[in-house]
């Protein structure tokens, strides 16, 4: 009896998802170039900044093709919670917005406890 309930199913073989109306991220193919002449291409998100280097197969280090290594190229600046709190208010409204903070503080309609 129990060899016919699992007649049929392929545990663990296959997937009953279908990839039918997935929209995949577009990517652009990075290439890096080994020391032993190995060649490594990796797909990365459009928007990602590619390394510039890699770690082949081998265990050597691929740089990144087309990478000009003799000048400075231009790093990425990290955002800051400044840089992105900047993009959302002005400076104007940040000191407004401050002002009305500290007034509830010191009239004591707002805890000193409280976490924003």
Not at 74 to 99: C, F, G, N, P, Y
Request: glycine content about 8%; charged content about 30%.
């Amino acid at each position: 009896m129990a060899e016919r309930s699992m007649r049929g199913v392929g545990l663990g073989c296959q997937s009953l998802e279908s990839k039918e109306g997935v929209k995949w991220a577009e990517r652009l193919n990075s290439t890096y170039d080994c020391p032993a002449g190995h060649v490594i291409i990796l797909p990365l998100f459009v928007e990602a900044v590619p390394p510039d280097h890699w770690q082949c197969r081998c265990g050597r280090i691929g740089h990144l093709r087309g990478l000009d290594r003799t000048t400075n190229h231009i790093v990425k600046r990290q955002r800051t919670h400044w840089d992105m709190l900047l993009e959302r208010r002005s400076v104007e409204e940040l000191e407004a917005l401050l002002e009305e903070r500290l007034e509830l503080l010191r009239s004591g309609r707002l805890p000193a406890t409280t976490c924003y």
